[in-house]
């Protein structure tokens, strides 16, 4: 082989050495997402548990027996009641527990600055002292996956399926002059709002480790129902105005 291939060969194996690890480095961080979920809804997704029965019921979880029910079984069902809380408080503080791998959006309210950060039970219901589903949702995804997990909170009171939430399909299908059911929905365009703001902010509140990570949206979470089930005609067509 004449020298000047060999100067070619070998700085292509040079090459290779620099490019092989830059390759492998983006596929890796192709290969790891940030899992979003979209939790919407009414009222319940805002948050208005309250934080004080909530602590009532950790300090005073009792179960209800028939007078038959020998007490060690008694107290096994309560020390089996009492594990499948364990999660929501830290072990060693006594503090309600938080993490660090899940993370949340919530816009509480329209024009104020937005809730954004790791999860907590303070920080993300509808006011002080009020917490919402995002708060065992954050923990069971948690342990599910391995990878961060950001949770969009787009919940609205008092809103409709049936026009507030109206979809491009429902719009499609639409017949008439009816110049509203052409129209969509105040609360599906807030929620494509809320989800489009927490992709675009979505490094802001990441650890710098899984700031290359790819986005993924992952699932979405639907609690609504009870503003549809006060007129008959939303309550009979509620299943076909879910289509997107």
């Not at 065992?136 to 990878?147: K, N, Q, R, S, T």
């Not at 650890?207 to 790819?214: E, G, I, L, M």
Request: proline share 4%; hydrophobic share 40%.
């Amino acid at each position: 082989m004449e020298r000047r291939q060999l100067m070619l060969l070998g700085g292509s194996l040079v090459a290779l050495c620099f490019l092989i690890p830059i390759f492998l480095q983006i596929w890796f961080f192709r290969h790891k997402v940030v899992h979003v979920v979209l939790i919407a809804g009414d009222d319940n997704v805002l948050g208005y548990a309250q934080l004080e029965n909530l602590q009532q019921f950790m300090d005073n979880v009792t179960i209800i027996e028939n007078e038959n029910t020998k007490n060690d079984e008694k107290e096994e069902r309560k020390k089996k009641r009492m594990e499948r809380y364990d999660h929501l408080k830290d072990p060693i503080t006594g503090n309600w527990s938080t993490r660090d791998d899940v993370f949340i959006f919530s816009e509480r309210k329209r024009h104020e600055p937005w809730q954004i950060g790791p999860l907590n039970i303070y920080d993300y219901g509808a006011g002080p002292g009020l917490f919402g589903p995002e708060f065992e949702i954050g923990h069971v995804l948690g342990e599910a996956f391995d990878e961060p997990v950001v949770l969009v909170k787009a919940g609205f009171g008092r809103k409709t399926l049936a026009q507030d939430w109206r979809s491009p399909s429902r719009i499609k299908g639409a017949a008439g002059k009816d110049k509203a059911a052409k129209t969509l929905g105040y609360a599906w365009i807030h929620t494509l709002h809320d989800l489009q703001y927490a992709l675009e902010h979505v490094t802001d509140v990441l650890p710098h480790a899984y700031r290359k990570h790819r986005t993924q949206l992952t699932g979405i979470i639907w609690w609504h129902g009870y503003s549809d089930v006060l007129k008959s005609q939303n309550l009979n067509t509620y299943e076909h105005n879910l289509k997107i």
